[in-house]
């Protein structure tokens, strides 16, 4: 069995943001789905929901949109989700890296966890404001009304007169909420299935791409079944208008149970599904071809 690669935060980074950077082109327009679906209003007595599903929902938009439809919004994933996925990856090398007494050392999965964890804590402070935008985006498309924001930027420029920064990160407590647990989980069944997927006497680093695919996709699924409920409330309270909910995500979370029952912590489960599996089994697929890549142009690093 090969020596194992020293683990480097740095690749780590580079090797992250290529990975997100897959995994956006690849997932978003089911994103788009995803938050028009959790964001529609109650429908009123002797009314119809403005979706009756994903598949309602993927239809109309591309009836009334266009494949262009689709993809509202991706500028503002694109350039935070880079990054976001860098550190990400980072955090979680940095998380590893911090618990090895030896670069030898094999990691137990509650360390796995620990340093997954570690990286959602990172990626925060990229994601909560880019995730803020990217869903105004969305459903100011979907409402058909007055087109409020002329883009990202527009948005950002519009958010800081009204409220200052705060009002940029507005949601910043829910995503830590829907990360933290939800990051640990993601990077500990994707080792674990890379674990389970190799065949004795072999390193896991020469997975086959369909075992990679195959475990990133899972990852995906696994990551998204833990962090639902709290990207549901997510969603609401960034998307609401200000002064809605007064105590925060407590105030969505009383409305939604109240108005809609438990289930409507799934909203938009089946959208969220369709996306997570290829949508992150691009982003592991490409950050394992990144990682080979630098480990062979650079193998000291």
């Given at each position: 069995?090969?020596?194992?690669?020293?683990?480097?935060?740095?690749?780590?980074f580079?090797?992250?943001?290529?990975?997100?950077?897959?995994?956006?082109?690849?997932?978003?327009?089911?994103?788009?789905?995803?938050?028009?679906?959790?964001?529609?209003p109650?429908?009123?007595?002797?009314?119809?929901?403005?979706?009756?599903?994903?598949?309602?929902?993927?239809?109309?938009t591309?009836?009334?949109?266009?494949?262009?439809?689709?993809?509202?919004?991706?500028?503002?994933?694109?350039?935070?989700?880079?990054?976001?996925?860098?550190?990400?990856?980072?955090?979680?090398?940095?998380?590893?890296?911090?618990?090895?007494?030896?670069?030898?050392?094999?990691?137990?999965?509650?360390?796995?966890?620990?340093?997954?964890?570690?990286?959602?804590?990172?990626?925060?402070?990229?994601?909560?404001?880019?995730?803020?935008?990217?869903?105004?985006?969305?459903?100011?498309?979907?409402?058909?009304?007055?087109?409020?924001?002329?883009?990202?930027?527009?948005?950002?420029?519009?958010?800081?007169?009204?409220?200052?920064?705060?009002?940029?990160y507005?949601?910043?407590?829910?995503?830590?909420?829907?990360?933290?647990?939800?990051?640990?989980?993601?990077?500990?069944?994707?080792?674990?299935?890379?674990?389970?997927?190799?065949?004795?006497?072999k390193?896991?680093?020469?997975?086959?791409?369909?075992?990679?695919?195959?475990?990133?996709?899972?990852?995906?699924?696994?990551?998204?079944?833990?962090?639902?409920?709290?990207?549901?409330?997510?969603?609401?309270f960034?998307?609401?208008?200000?002064?809605?909910?007064?105590?925060?995500?407590?105030?969505?979370?009383?409305?939604?149970?109240?108005?809609?029952?438990?289930?409507?912590?799934?909203?938009?489960?089946?959208?969220?599904?369709?996306?997570?599996?290829?949508?992150?089994?691009?982003?592991?697929?490409?950050?394992?071809?990144?990682?080979?890549?630098?480990?062979?142009?650079?193998?000291?690093?």
């Amino acid at each position: 069995m090969s020596k194992q690669q020293p683990i480097s935060p740095m690749k780590n980074f580079f090797a992250g943001g290529f990975g997100g950077i897959c995994l956006v082109a690849t997932g978003h327009p089911l994103d788009t789905i995803k938050v028009r679906l959790q964001t529609q209003p109650k429908a009123k007595p002797g009314e119809r929901l403005v979706y009756a599903g994903t598949i309602d929902c993927f239809k109309k938009t591309l009836a009334k949109e266009g494949v262009k439809g689709l993809y509202k919004g991706m500028a503002a994933p694109i350039i935070g989700v880079t990054p976001m996925f860098a550190v990400c990856f980072f955090g979680f090398g940095m998380g590893k890296k911090l618990q090895q007494k030896t670069p030898d050392d094999i990691l137990t999965y509650p360390q796995l966890f620990a340093a997954g964890m570690l990286s959602g804590v990172f990626t925060t402070a990229i994601m909560a404001p880019g995730e803020r935008i990217k869903c105004l985006l969305q459903i100011q498309a979907a409402s058909g009304g007055e087109v409020k924001y002329a883009g990202p930027m527009d948005c950002v420029k519009q958010l800081y007169r009204q409220s200052g920064i705060r009002g940029i990160y507005k949601g910043t407590a829910l995503t830590l909420m829907r990360d933290v647990p939800a990051s640990g989980m993601y990077f500990t069944s994707y080792e674990w299935l890379k674990n389970v997927l190799t065949p004795a006497g072999k390193n896991h680093n020469e997975l086959s791409v369909p075992s990679v695919l195959f475990a990133g996709g899972m990852a995906g699924i696994f990551n998204w079944a833990v962090a639902i409920p709290a990207d549901v409330l997510k969603s609401r309270f960034q998307t609401a208008p200000d002064g809605k909910y007064p105590n925060g995500f407590r105030d969505v979370l009383r409305e939604l149970i109240r108005e809609e029952g438990v289930g409507s912590l799934y909203k938009g489960f089946n959208a969220v599904m369709l996306r997570a599996f290829p949508a992150n089994a691009a982003c592991f697929l490409g950050f394992e071809f990144a990682m080979k890549f630098l480990n062979w142009l650079s193998p000291d690093l």
